[in-house]
C-alpha cells in the first residue's frame, strides 16, 4: 500500500510539473504576442507623426505661394489679386479692399482720379491724394539720377503739369515734353489715357496741360531721344 502511494505522489508530482511547463510555456506566448504587437504599433505611430508633418509642409506651401502670385501680379503686372477676398468697397466709383493671408490689396476705380493697384500690409491705408509735379523739377531730378528718381517715383499716383506737345487718338496717348533753352534738361511724359475721357482731339498742343495717373515705366535718355517717363491710367485736364 505504501508503494502504491508512493507511485501515487510521484505520478502526482510529475504532472504538476507539466502543468508547470505549460504554464511558462503560455506566459511566455502571451509575452511575446504583447512584444510583437508593440512592435508592430511603433512604426504606425510614426507614420502617422509623418503623415501630419507632410500635410503641414504642403499647406505652409501652398500659402507662400498664393501669396507670392498676388504681389507679382499685382505689383508688376497690374493683375489680381487672385487669392485676396474683397471685404470693402467705397462710393468712390467703386474702389475695392482685398484681404489676404497677411497682406492687403486696393484696387482703384475712382471716377476721376486714381486707377491703379496697391499691395502692403493690412495696415495699408486708402490714398487719393496725387504727388504733384512741375515738369521742370521732374526733369531736372530725372537728370540728376534717373535710376533713382524712377524709383522714388513708380507705381506712385502723380499729377503732372507740362506742355501738351503730341495727341494721338488712335492709341489713345498724349506726349507733353519740357527742354530748356541749352538742351540740357530734357523729358518726355507719355500718357495712356483712359477711355473715358472722351475724344482727345479737342485738346491744343503747346498748351499748359495737367494730367494725374500712376508712374509705370522710364526709359533712359539716347543720343537722339530723352528721357521718357510712362504713366498709365491718366485723366487729362487743360
Known sequence: MAKSNKKFEDISEEYMNIADKEEEIVESYKDDEIEEYEFEEAPKKRLNISKIVNIIFIVIVVCILMIVTDIVCVSKYNAGPFFAIPLHKYNDGGTKEYYGLGYKVIKYNQVQGRRDKEIGFWNLKYNSNPITLQDIDLTIEM???????????YKRFVRIIS?????????????????????????????????????????ETDK????????????????????????????VEQ
Not at 537728370?143 to 517715383?153: I, L, Q, S
Not at 506737345?165 to 498724349?174: G, L, S
Not at 522710364?218 to 485723366?235: A, E, G, H, Q
Request: proline share 0%; net charge positive.
Open 208 to 235: 499748359e496741360t495737367t494730367i494725374i495717373g500712376t508712374v509705370s515705366n522710364f526709359k533712359i535718355k539716347t543720343k537722339k531721344t530723352n528721357n521718357k517717363l510712362y504713366i498709365s491710367n491718366c485723366f
Open 143 to 153: 537728370h540728376n539720377n534717373e535710376v533713382n528718381t524712377y524709383k522714388k517715383y
Open 163 to 203: 506742355t501738351l506737345k503730341k495727341v494721338d487718338t488712335k492709341n489713345n496717348t498724349i506726349t507733353m515734353s519740357y527742354q530748356d533753352e541749352d538742351n540740357k534738361y530734357s523729358l518726355d511724359i507719355i500718357c495712356k489715357v483712359v477711355k473715358e475721357q472722351g475724344n482727345l482731339s479737342k485738346l
